[in-house]
């Protein structure tokens, strides 16, 4: 039996690189995926970690914007760890949509040094 989640995608990216997620989250909403958003689904106030721990859970795919910046995120990495535990986790029943780690790779050039 497989799972079924409330999310298709989980985009994971730095502060910096929203406008880049705003246009991936509305590229994949007019293709008709249901995507995790933080910015959609959080509200001030909400005990943040939880419940971005939880759409991790409930996310078919992750999709991580990875970027200079995101490559320096804590929580970027975490939400990668995260997923992964995930993708360790052997399927014993039957045919199954395996999740998957997506990287967009955003900058093209290295950092500076």
């Keep these: 039996m497989s799972e079924v989640y409330t999310y298709d995608l989980f985009i994971s990216y730095k502060s910096q690189d929203r ?12 293709r008709g995926f ?14 943040w970690e939880p419940k971005l721990v939880e759409a991790l859970k409930q ?8 970027s200079n910046s995101a490559e ?6 975490k939400e990668i760890a995260r997923f992964e535990i995930r993708l360790e986790t052997p399927v014993t029943d039957g045919p199954v949509d395996l999740p998957k780690l997506i990287f967009l790779l955003l900058d093209t050039e290295p950092p500076a040094a």
């Design 34 to 47: 249901r995507v995790f958003f933080d910015q959609d689904r959080l509200l001030a106030g909400d005990k």
């Design 19 to 30: 406008a880049w997620a705003q246009k991936l989250r509305d590229d994949l909403h007019q």
């Design 72 to 77: 320096q995120s804590e929580w970027v990495r």
């Design 59 to 66: 996310s078919r795919h992750l999709v991580v914007l990875w």
